[in-house]
């Protein structure tokens, strides 16, 4: 049990087609490209058409992800989302079913930007402890339902997309192993970012009032974002027995490159080991971190064995940080976006 891990085998993602620039975003809002990339690194992002869901991005980020894998289906499917197709029943279920998987089990974990690390983790406590022998992690999202379009400060920093992994059961010493992960959260902050309407506390909003959007505030959340990030990037990479400056890739949760670069100037790791891909996507929640993973693949920068720190923060509070080595001979494959399901 001891030298069990789960070990990443394939990588899928899903991003829609439709792309908006940050001059187009400046033509409705009082914004600039200057204003956003300089504060950000976000130069434009992915959106959905009306229509197309989470689960629907989250299905073909799966099956991309099982093909990568060389596998038609796995043992459980978990799917890390803040943006679930409705609030009951979960996503996931759906989702197993529409990728050929219907009877495993499948659920939804809500930890925002930290999920995919959240899913990381109960993945790999499941797939240590003999339970399952194959997971399949989505984290998938659709910031572009639950933004105020008119809001300046939250509409420019997300976008949409889903990126998927497969971890099978494998030993410690095995390339694409996760070696040591670790979360935390602070409830006590829940408001910094939420979504106030449409839960339990404040069910029906007044239909003739306001929206109940995402609602962040940016500048709170950037000082602990760079101070929690560091902490937990430096204590599960002691966990992992790596000195911060020895890591081969930083793959941190895509929210603004300028929070990335200063957490790892604190770790003393060089600025070119830093994964930067909200240029492409802006900010992508759950999704972020498999995304980020998916496209340093592609570009064929990591190789297998590459000691690679994985950290996030978002709403919750919540963070997480994981260790782990690079799989040998991994092929990401890139899904289209699927057509909503016949109703
Ligand atoms: O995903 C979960 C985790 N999320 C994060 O980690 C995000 C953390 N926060 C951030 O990334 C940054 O705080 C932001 C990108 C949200 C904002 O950057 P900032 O450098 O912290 O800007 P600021 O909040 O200090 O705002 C500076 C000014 C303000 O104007 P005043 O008050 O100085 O007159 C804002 O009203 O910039 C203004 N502003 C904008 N101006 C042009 C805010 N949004 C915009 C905008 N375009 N889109």
Redesign the pocket.
């Known amino acids: 049990m001891d030298d069990a891990r789960a070990v990443m085998t394939g990588i899928g993602s899903c991003l829609p087609p439709d792309v908006v620039s940050n001059d187009e ?2 033509r409705s ?4 490209h200057e ?2 990339h300089s ?2 690194g976000i130069s434009r992002r992915h959106v959905v058409k009306p229509g197309v869901s989470t689960g629907d991005l989250a299905t073909a980020a799966g099956a991309a992800a099982l093909e990568s894998a060389g596998r038609r289906a796995c043992d459980l499917v978990l799917l890390a989302t803040t943006t679930p197709d409705q609030p009951c029943p979960a996503t996931a279920p759906q989702v197993a079913a529409r990728l050929g998987c219907a009877g495993v089990p499948a659920f939804d974990l809500s930890a ?2 930290s999920g995919f690390v959240y899913g990381l983790e109960t993945a790999s406590a499941l797939i240590r402890s003999g339970l399952y022998g194959s997971v399949l992690l989505i984290g998938a999202e659709t910031y572009s339902t639950i933004v105020d379009p008119t809001d ?7 976008g949409d997309g889903a990126g998927a992994v497969v971890l099978e059961r494998g030993e410690a010493g095995t390339p694409g192993a996760v070696l040591h992960t670790r979360l935390g959260s602070d409830g006590t902050e829940a408001g910094l ?1 939420a979504v106030p309407g449409g839960g339990s506390r404040a069910p029906r909003p007044d239909p003739h009032g306001p929206p109940s959007y995402f609602r ?1 505030e ?2 709170e ?2 000082a602990r ?1 760079v101070s929690t990030m560091t902490r937990s990037a430096r204590e599960v990479a002691e966990e992992a027995g790596w000195r911060p400056q020895d890591v081969d890739a930083f793959v941190g ?1 895509q ?2 490159a ?2 990335l670069r200063a957490v790892a100037r604190r770790l003393g790791l060089p600025a070119e080991r830093v994964v930067c891909h909200m240029g492409e996507v802006g ?1 992508t ?1 759950a999704a ?1 971190i498999p995304l980020a993973l998916g496209w340093a693949a592609s570009r064929g920068t990591l190789t297998a064995g590459d000691r690679v720190l994985l950290t996030a ?3 919750g509070l919540t963070w997480g940080s994981a260790a782990m080595t690079w799989p040998g001979a991994l092929r990401p494959v890139t899904a289209v976006e699927p057509a909503p399901p016949a109703v």
């Open positions: 975003l400046s809002l009082d914004t600039s204003w956003i504060r950000t925002v930007c300046r400060n939250t509409a420019v920093l997300f970012i962040m940016g500048k959340v950037y974002a949760h929210a603004n300028r929070i900010n929640a972020s923060f978002g709403g």
